[in-house]
Every structure is written in structure tokens, then in C-alpha cells.
């Protein structure tokens, strides 16, 4: 079992930044591949970014703006968010996969989550 625990949310106004992190305890974490996603309200989660070694992907619309990072020794995994705006106004979950495929976007790829943060942006 990962457990996983995000943090950093909050309210921000539109061009500001946020840093999220997701703690991750339970079992050796660098071998997981790590994941963001955002969840809208009456919308369906949706990818965001997505890590393992050095290897990241992202979604295209946070493409120049959002940037994931880990560490490893911290057990720890960021998502550093630049220039936010309005649409980006969401929960945001962390996951962890125990495997590393080409279908890293799907949902369905991961095996634990954490509990989401809520970031909000103002115009």
C-alpha cells in the first residue's frame, strides 16, 4: 500500500503560481510512476502531468506552464504551477502506478490517490 497525501492548494489570482506536493509513505517510492490530475467541478477527472525517472508528460494545455518534479530521498512529488487561469480552478489528486506505460494519461493506469487539494484561481 502508497499512501498519498497532497498539499499546497489554494487561492491564487489569475498569472499567480502555486506548488502543489503529494507525500507519498508506505513503500519504497521510487519505483512508482507518478501522476496529476484535476477534477472540475461536473466535469471528469482529467490528466495533467505525469513522472517516472526522467521521463514527464504532460496534457497539452498546461503544456509551458506546469512542470513536475520529485524527490525521491523525500518521497515526495511536485507540481509547480505558473501563469494559472481561471479554467485551471479544480481539485487536484495525486497517484501512484505501479507501472509505466504508454497509457500513463488513463485513469485506470493507477493504482493509489490521494485525497486532492483545491486550487482556485480568480480573474
Known amino acids: 500500500q502508497v499512501q498519498l497525501v497532497e498539499s499546497g492548494g489554494g487561492l491564487v489570482q489569475a498569472g499567480g503560481s502555486l506548488r502543489l506536493s503529494c507525500a507519498a509513505s508506505?513503500?519504497?517510492?521510487?519505483?512508482?510512476?507518478m501522476g496529476w490530475f484535476r477534477q472540475a467541478p461536473g466535469k471528469e477527472r482529467e490528466f495533467v502531468a505525469a513522472?517516472?525517472?526522467?521521463?514527464?508528460r504532460y496534457a497539452d494545455f498546461v503544456k509551458g506552464r506546469f512542470t513536475i518534479s520529485r524527490d525521491n530521498a523525500k518521497n515526495t512529488v511536485y507540481l509547480q504551477m505558473n501563469n494559472l487561469k481561471p479554467e485551471d480552478t479544480a481539485v487536484y489528486y495525486c497517484?501512484?502506478?505501479?507501472?509505466?506505460?504508454?497509457?500513463?494519461?488513463?485513469?485506470?493506469?493507477?493504482?493509489?490517490w490521494g485525497q486532492g487539494t483545491q486550487v482556485t484561481v480568480s480573474s
Open positions: 513522472m517516472r525517472g526522467g521521463s514527464t
Open positions: 508506505g513503500r519504497t517510492f521510487g519505483p512508482y510512476a
Open positions: 497517484a501512484a502506478a505501479r507501472t509505466w506505460t504508454m497509457e500513463y494519461f488513463r485513469r485506470d493506469e493507477y493504482d493509489y
